[in-house]
Antibody, heavy 122, light 107 residues
């Protein structure tokens, strides 16, 4: 059974940093690109970042480019999101998500974690 | 970035109704489109991918169609558990983008 378990969320001041983790199980982690998607309170879904299975390719939304870093440790089956220079508008539930297939064209998300809340406030 | 526009943003319907939600892409995305259902406090659930392929375990009353720029999600006979918010998402290119959501409420 596929499981994705996020952790690391919490309250942080503007300008601060936070690192989210997503522990994966139930599938061959290194074979799949993995993504972060966020949802601000009462708002819609926003794709944040994707990393290839090997970790060699990364993609970011313009809203986080230069501030967030996605990475993975395939030996630990864990996905990370390092969030720096946090702003109030980064306040959201952050989900890690897995695509249905291993192909680079497989860009939908068939499994999601439960989400971890990040609140940026003074 | 490709902009995804859903319509309507919300509407009311009754159990048993046939409902259709549309999603329009600002440029052609072939069939690289997915539909999700989300209920309050829960993660999204994949319903349809590749514009018309039903995800395993999703009831057959859900169907998707379209290609290029115009897409539809149809629920053939609305059930009580279908009252939720629905999102489309393109994965033709980066950045991945979602529609703003369509909330289906009980009439």
């Amino acid at each position: 059974e596929v499981q994705l378990l996020e952790s690391g969320g919490g309250l942080v001041q503007p300008g601060g940093s936070l690192r989210l983790s997503c522990a994966a199980s139930g599938f061959t982690f290194s074979s799949y690109a993995m993504s972060w998607v966020r949802q601000a309170p009462g708002k819609g879904l926003e794709w944040v970042s994707t990393i290839s299975g090997s970790g060699g390719s990364t993609y970011y939304a313009d809203s986080v480019k230069g501030r967030f870093i996605i990475s993975r440790d395939n030996s630990k089956n864990t996905l990370y999101l390092q969030m720096n220079s946090l702003r109030a508008e980064d306040t959201a539930v952050y989900y890690c998500a897995k695509p249905p297939g291993m192909a680079t064209t497989s860009g939908s998300f068939d499994y999601w974690g439960q989400g971890t809340l990040v609140t940026v406030s003074s | 970035a490709i902009r995804m526009t859903q319509s309507p943003s919300s509407f009311s319907a009754s159990t048993g109704d046939r409902v259709t939600i549309t999603c329009r892409a600002s440029q052609g995305i072939s069939s690289y489109l997915a539909w999700y259902q989300q209920k309050p406090g829960k993660a999204p659930n994949l319903l349809i991918y590749a514009a018309s392929t039903l995800q395993s375990g999703v009831p057959s009353r859900f169907s998707g169609s379209g290609s290029g720029t115009d897409f539809t999600l149809t629920i053939s006979c609305l059930q009580s558990e279908d009252f939720a918010t629905y999102y489309c998402q393109q994965y033709y290119s980066y950045p991945r983008t979602f529609g703003q959501g369509t909330k289906v409420e009980i009439k």
